[in-house]
């Protein structure tokens, strides 16, 4: 329902190799290399399940903080986001682009095959 919510779920998704719930949070650009984004499905479940979702819980990201909210085009969004890890630790912000579908807020993939986003270097 809210982008924040569209994260949460990501994330569970994740570690949980849900690749079912992962294709439902996810928005396919017309250019996205399907059979790529496949494999990645394919290989995060393979991880999951042979790791467990304790292990990207506890070595993934602790919190994602959203830091901005930026219109983009269309029904797209760009979310700055910041990763905390357990350790206290935060990763580099990033812009990851989100669109309102009629079904929800989903995750864009681009043409290869992976969300579309940025990496920004630490801002001090």
Not at 22 to 38: G, I, R, S, V
Request: charged share 25%.
């Amino acid at each position: 329902a809210t982008p924040e919510a569209l994260i949460q779920s990501v994330i569970w998704a994740v570690a949980h190799g849900d690749t079912n719930r992962m294709y439902q949070l996810m928005a396919l650009n017309p250019d996205a290399d399907l059979e790529k984004f496949a494999q990645q499905m394919g290989e995060l479940r393979h991880q999951a399940e042979k790791n467990g979702p304790d292990a990207f819980l506890t070595n993934g990201p602790s919190e994602v903080r959203i830091l901005s909210d930026q219109v983009a085009d269309n029904n797209d969004h760009w979310l700055t986001t910041v990763e905390t890890h357990a350790d206290g630790n935060s990763g580099k912000p990033e812009r990851v682009r989100i669109r309102l579908t009629d079904t929800g807020w989903r995750l864009v993939i681009g043409t290869n095959g992976e969300p579309v986003h940025e990496t920004f270097d630490n801002q001090p």
